[in-house]
């Protein structure tokens, strides 16, 4: 058992925190911005709450986070009330935000200075994964750290994988965030052409996914796709935010991306639909309109 501080109950730190105490039997302290939510966990999971990130990260062994952005990582890392102010020497962060490799390049140098490890984390597998505890994990920084927060990591993995130096995680997951985006453009064009085309879709699918063709977003969002719903899963507005971290890290490192930059502008056109909050899926909405 661990004393372990989870900074961000979202719909991914909600349920991974809870993975934290109840299946890893952690000693769990919470922080969320809004405090009703961090309340309300305790109610249900025990441990404890904190009032700031500083706070929930004094004497802990590992402090995870799960925020939205850079700048909101930064507003829970850095500063007198950050998380990094609170951590003693020897203490393990560990950032499973969907951030830019710069900025976990820029917290692994800050929290070396201090004298504490940052292993960039970030996570693939959706609100299910979170919520069943079999997320995959895409990590950056040094072995040994890594190796001592995998073991409180496995409380919601079901892979964990250390890709190399800090930032790693983060490239990783761009790479993760450029196929998904390509399957579910290529998914949704699919089921647009077989309805056009007169097929039954649920005879075509069960055909073809047991070929080549098939994916985990055939498996699990053709059904939803093609009865056009979409209030549930992983947010367009969150998409986009990942695939502008795609881009720009594209520019940097000269890589030539034309199909993502293509899709992100679809995604845009879904936003303009009153998809903001749809499931990703919702790009063959865009194409039935």
Not at 84 to 91: H, I, L, Q
């Given at each position: ?99 830019s ?11 070396t ?48 994988n ?7 995680g ?30 039954d ?24 796709m ?49 998809g ?14």
């Amino acid at each position: 058992m661990a004393k372990v501080a989870f900074l961000g109950l979202g719909v991914m730190g909600y349920p991974m925190a809870g993975h934290l105490k109840n299946k890893g039997g952690h000693d769990v302290t919470v922080y969320n911005r809004t405090g009703a939510k961090a309340e309300k966990w305790v109610t249900q999971h025990g441990g404890k709450s904190a009032p700031t990130p500083k706070d929930a990260a004094t004497g802990q062994d590992f402090v995870m986070a799960c925020v939205g952005n850079d700048n909101d990582l930064r507003e829970v890392t850095l500063g007198a009330n950050g998380a990094f102010a609170g951590m003693k020497k020897g203490t393990v962060f560990v950032d499973h935000t969907t951030a830019s490799a710069e900025i976990a390049r820029e917290l692994h140098a800050a929290a070396t200075k201090a004298g504490f490890a940052f292993i960039d984390a970030p996570v693939s597998g959706g609100q299910a994964g979170a919520e069943n505890g079999v997320l995959t994990v895409m990590c950056g920084g040094e072995a040994e750290p890594f190796g001592r927060a995998e073991k409180v990591i496995a409380s919601y993995a079901r892979a964990c994988n250390l890709l190399g130096t800090p930032g790693a995680g983060q490239l990783a997951k761009m790479v993760n965030q450029i196929c998904i985006a390509g399957l579910v453009q290529g998914l949704a064009e699919g089921i647009h052409f077989a309805k056009q085309a007169g097929l039954d879709v649920e005879k075509l699918i069960a055909t073809i996914s047991k070929g080549a063709a098939q994916s985990w977003q055939m498996e699990n969002r053709y059904k939803t796709m093609n009865a056009g719903k979409f209030d549930f899963g992983f947010a367009v507005d969150w998409m986009r935010k990942d695939l502008g971290i795609c881009l720009s890290e594209a520019r940097r490192n000269g890589a030539n991306l034309p199909i993502t930059a293509l899709i992100d502008q679809f995604y845009s056109e879904v936003q303009k639909m009153g998809g903001k909050r749809w499931d990703t899926s919702s790009l063959i909405a865009r194409l039935e309109r």
